[in-house]
Nanobody, 126 residues
Framework: QVQLVESGGGLVQAGGSLRLSCAASGRTFSRYAMGWFRQAPGKERVFVAAVAGTWSGGRLYYADSVKGRFTISRDNAKNTVYLQMNSLKSEDTAVYYC?????????????????WGQGTQVTVSS
């Protein structure tokens, strides 16, 4: 029903920046909470950031590990959510996944999200 496609991943040097994009389908995109998760090799997938839908005021939420460095935003007219990543560290290396909830309230829990993209690789060299 809802398809998500991530883009913008790649190789970047430590201290550099990268912006990820997630294009979504659906007529009610603006109502959906959107999240970013990441999974490093051999590790479980963890929460990175989320933005609430319009019914929840578009509030932002970040994992402690990325606060002050990453910024999540959305453009509802384009059905797109972004993750601006600054001051990248080697620890940020992972596959980054975009996810959507069918409600407006944001969540840091993987199980609360209904739709997932295929992921995009981010590699930070040190």
């Amino acid at each position: 029903q809802v398809q998500l496609v991530e883009s913008g991943g790649g190789l970047v040097q430590a201290g550099g920046s990268l912006r990820l994009s997630c294009a979504a389908s659906g007529r009610t995109f603006s109502r959906y909470a959107m999240g970013w998760f990441r999974q490093a090799p051999g590790k479980e997938r963890v929460f990175v950031a989320a933005v609430a839908g319009t019914w929840s005021g578009g509030r932002l939420y970040y994992a402690d590990s990325v606060k002050g460095r990453f910024t999540i935003s959305r453009d509802n007219a384009k059905n797109t959510v972004y993750l601006q990543m600054n001051s990248l560290k080697s620890e940020d290396t992972a596959v980054y996944y975009c996810a959507a909830r069918s409600v407006s309230g944001y969540s840091a829990y993987e199980a609360d999200y209904d739709y997932w993209g295929q992921g995009t690789q981010v590699t930070v060299s040190s």
